[in-house]
């Protein structure tokens, strides 16, 4: 994955039209906490020096109570308050309403992958590719549990509901790549769901989407499509190429093995055992492992999980 | 320094060296106990118990992401010590530590009472937190626990961990959080002495007071959504989980309904121990008592009204985020004023370098911390970015350990001679406490740093940009961890070879310092005369 670039000390870099106002109300914030931090503090080691004990009968001082201190030190920081929330509310405002004519695309997350689906049906798992200097509207379910989607270098995040479609938008400035988080904990891999954001120039753009769209058309050799589908459903956050048992078993070698289950009975991995672990994973879970893959039933055409079985079988 | 009490007991019923601890022996005479001492010292025992568990989590986390992907924690693994950590700290310990254990033995004797209104409510509350405690700490056996302390469904509905055993176990410590606060209320409006009027009360029961009026409020709601949580994965009953036609986002609402008062739950009793605190180790009258004592009323209040900015990202309407960000930004006010006062009360004392000043000084620096910080989240547009990661992290530890944490450690020092009638070790008591506050700015300010640079927190694994940020915060909760320790040592070791403490080490003004220390049973010997406000430190017999 690509690292978050950064820009200064404390904030990534500024990737959309609706970073520099969310780093105004982040610098206000910043000089008036550096501001009231060093009052308080410096009031603090002052008093803290000057009025320490030097004796037991030391006579303290009796004041206890300023009227117009009081009001001073409770009215001013109401004004601020309410300067505050006033760069918040037309920084979030902005934030939460499209542009009209934004292009679309719609985000569906599942444990633990994302999928973004272009107008065009152009379907692309763990990768979002944007044009430059045009607003992008998502458009948000999940699947499962909750998720999150955040782009830190383009400053927006909202959560994905299942059941329920949210929204959020943005407008890349700069092409380049960064990486989207998954930021409201899912479970198991919740830290492995990730996904690349590749911002293209504009015609660039629109010449990969087409390719795409054509590429989808014409089909892959089935090997090639498996290998696509187990980064893109996230098949290798759990099962390793390398012969590691993750959260699943590792595909080395699966191919054929005699597996124990775990009730205690043994399988053989053949076509249409990998079938059924596919699509009903909890029906025979091999043994030492926890019932924990979601099922990819509806999600796979049959091709797909032809072509996932072809991977698996190269996996020797 | 001190004087005993002898002006105001009158007529000693006790023969030489009896106290509460002596009074009687046997376990049998501890576990039936009556006394708020007792139980005070009990729920100090049992909270200190899960703090250390809370803590060894805290560690497990932290050293887990030393680097990223698996240094010796699987994710599951990583996950449950999260999510314990976390519950642990929450239900077991911030929430019934200072209320069960401080407020608990000092409240009737600041009051001059000879115990709590109903003193088998409160040996029940302790029996209610043992069993919670020991419902929740099942689920570690029987499968785990992987939700996070938030129990967000439809994660929880789903999970195959152990989430009956454990949101059951928080629905029973609710009930002991309840009876607590119940018995506080009553106690404070029925058996304050004669004179002792509400204005004449320490400001640490002002703050006790407030908590327990949102203990029994919120505490309530809480236990419903978790019945509710509890019917839906045992009989599928459709509230929150979208399949059965619930609703998701409704759990976060009901949660935070009450754990956002909670949250004050957690911070107030902390802020009544501050007030002590910098009163009686600078003896000084307390500056702005009438604004401290209502801002802890108002943070009550106010603290109801602000749980929608938990979600300003989760799909709810943009009118309630908008909404809710202004509400928020006026539950700093209270917190600010409470600030100004307490420097002000600073300001023409004479400020004594106690183990407790100490703690109360590195209160003061962190909560200023966590509150400022706290503005950056309450801003809608900034909170886009921050929510979520590590920033919000780092802004609650401030808050919750920075800030309630070293009250409770102050408060703990403070009332200590009182309470086992030793005396510590007052340079190592600093030592710790200067150890505690590096450690614990090197873990969390790095949080901030973190989190700013857009690491989302609950993350087992992470971009190698992250690490070198990562392992200082890990080595800073090993400093922390080696505080507390010496923290923790020098309390037990003034049992075995500490000095006999002095009815009034520190000079105060009031009427916990008139007793003996320890106290009798019965509080005080004789009758108690009111002749002073507790900031009175230049009466007479408090010198």
New interface residues.
């Given amino acids: 994955m690509k690292e978050v670039k950064l820009d200064g000390f404390w904030l990534p870099r500024s990737g959309s039209t609706l970073a520099p106002e969310i780093d105004f109300g982040w610098n206000v914030a910043m000089w008036l906490s550096i501001f009231f931090f060093v009052g308080i503090i410096g009031a603090l080691v002052i008093f803290v020096m000057k009025y320490k004990r030097r004796s037991e009968n030391d006579v303290t001082s009796t004041v206890d109570h300023n009227l117009p201190i009081e009001i001073t030190w409770t009215v001013i920081p109401s004004v601020l308050c309410v300067l505050l929330f006033l760069v918040g509310f037309k920084g979030f405002i902005h934030a939460q309403v499209a542009p009209a004519g934004a292009m679309e695309i719609n985000v569906t997350a599942q444990r633990w992958s994302w999928l973004f689906t272009y107008a065009n049906g152009v379907e692309k798992d763990n990768m979002l590719v944007v044009p430059k200097g045009k607003p992008v509207r998502l458009i948000m379910s999940s699947r499962d549990v909750l998720h999150s989607l955040y782009i830190p270098e383009f400053r927006v995040k909202t959560d994905l509901v299942p059941g329920n479609y949210t929204t959020l938008w943005f407008e890349a400035t700069e092409a380049g790549e960064t990486t989207l988080f998954c930021t409201e904990y899912c479970g198991m891999s919740h830290s492995d769901m990730l996904a690349h954001v590749k911002v293209l120039e504009p015609a660039e753009f629109e010449k990969w989407l087409s390719e795409e769209a054509s590429a989808k058309a014409k089909g892959l050799p089935p090997e090639e499509l498996g290998k696509n589908l187990y980064t893109g459903k996230g098949c290798n956050a759990c099962h390793s190429l390398d012969g590691t048992p993750g959260a699943g078993p590792s595909f080395k070698g699966l191919f054929g093995k005699e597996e124990t289950l775990a009730d205690g009975t043994t399988a053989k991995v053949d076509e249409n055992y990998l079938r059924e672990s596919i699509l009903t994973p909890a029906a025979k879970l091999v043994k030492g492992f926890p019932p924990v893959m979601p099922t990819f039933q509806g999600q796979l055409k049959d091709e797909d999980v032809a072509g996932l079985i072809a991977f698996i079988k190269a996996q020797k | 320094?001190a004087e005993t009490a002898a002006s105001h007991a009158h007529a000693p019923a006790h023969a030489e060296g009896t106290n509460y601890l002596n009074a009687q022996k046997g376990l049998m005479s501890w576990l039936t106990t009556v006394d708020h001492k007792r139980i005070g010292v009990m729920y100090l025992i049992s909270t200190l118990v899960a703090f250390g568990l809370g803590g060894t989590f805290a560690l497990l986390v932290r050293l887990e992401l030393l680097g990223p992907k698996k240094d010796f924690l699987t994710?599951?693994q990583y996950?449950q010590a999260f999510t314990l950590h976390g519950a642990i700290m929450v239900f077991l310990f911030i929430i019934p530590a200072v209320p069960g254990a401080l407020a608990n033995f000092v409240l009737p004797i600041m009051i001059g009472a000879k115990d709590v209104a109903f003193p088998k409510l409160n040996l029940a509350s302790l029996y209610v937190y043992w069993a919670g405690a020991i419902i929740c700490l099942s689920a570690v056996l029987t499968g785990g626990i992987?939700t996070?302390w938030t129990f967000?469904t439809?994660?929880s509905t789903?999970?195959?961990t152990s989430v009956i055993s454990m949101t059951f176990g928080v629905f029973v410590l609710g009930f002991s959080s309840i009876f607590t606060g119940l018995n506080f209320i009553v106690t404070l409006h029925k058996l304050r002495v004669p004179g002792m009027s509400w204005f004449n009360m320490p400001l640490f029961l002002w703050a006790t007071y407030a908590t327990s009026v949102i203990q029994i409020m919120a505490t309530p709601v809480l236990a419903i959504t978790l019945v509710l949580l509890i019917a839906e994965r045992a009989f599928g009953l459709g509230i929150f989980d979208?399949?059965l036609g619930g609703?998701?986002?409704l759990f976060q609402h009901f949660f935070w309904f009450y754990s956002h008062p909670a949250v004050y739950i957690m911070i107030l009793p902390g802020m009544g121990i501050v007030s002590e605190l910098i009163a009686v180790h600078?003896?000084?009258?307390?500056?702005?008592?009438?604004?401290i004592a209502y801002s802890s009323i108002a943070l009550a209040l106010l603290g109801f009204l602000v749980w929608g900015h938990h979600m300003?990202?989760?799909?709810q309407s943009?009118l309630a985020?908008?909404i809710f960000?202004?509400l928020t930004?006026?539950v700093?006010?209270p917190s600010?004023?409470k600030?100004?006062n307490w420097?002000?009360t600073?300001?023409?004392?004479?400020?004594?370098?106690t183990t407790p000043m100490f703690y109360a000084?590195s209160f003061?620096?962190l909560f200023?911390?966590g509150g400022?910080?706290g503005?950056?989240l309450?801003?809608?547009?900034?909170?886009?970015?921050l929510?979520?990661?590590y920033f919000v992290v780092a802004h609650f530890h401030y808050v919750m350990m920075g800030g309630t944490v070293m009250a409770f450690l102050g408060g703990l020092y403070h009332w200590w001679p009182k309470i086992t009638g030793r005396l510590y070790n007052d340079g190592l008591g600093k030592l710790a406490c200067i150890i505690i506050f590096v450690g614990f700015n090197m873990t969390f300010f790095t949080q901030f740093?973190l989190g700013?640079?857009?690491m989302?927190?609950?993350?087992?694994?992470?971009?190698?940009?992250y690490q070198p940020l990562h392992a200082f915060s890990t080595y800073g909760s090993w400093v922390l961890g080696a505080g507390f320790l010496l923290s923790l040592f020098v309390l037990m070791t003034s049992l075995r070879s500490g000095a006999k403490a002095p009815a009034n080490p520190w000079?105060g003004a009031s009427l916990e310092w008139h007793t003996q220390s320890p106290p009798v049973t019965e509080n005080f010997p004789g009758t108690v005369e009111v002749k002073h406000g507790p900031y009175d430190?230049?009466a007479e017999g408090t010198?």
């Fill in positions: 320094m994710a599951d996950n992987d996070g967000y439809p994660y789903v999970t195959s979208p399949t609703d998701p986002v600078a003896r000084r009258r307390v500056f702005g008592y009438h604004a300003f990202v989760a799909g943009e985020g908008v960000s202004f930004f006026f700093a006010i600010g004023v600030v100004f420097l002000a600073l300001w023409g004392g004479s400020i004594a370098f000084l003061l620096f200023t911390i400022l910080t503005v950056f309450g801003i809608l547009s900034v909170d886009i970015h929510h979520d990661t740093i700013s640079r857009g989302p927190r609950r993350y087992y694994n992470y971009l190698d940009q000079g430190f230049n010198k």
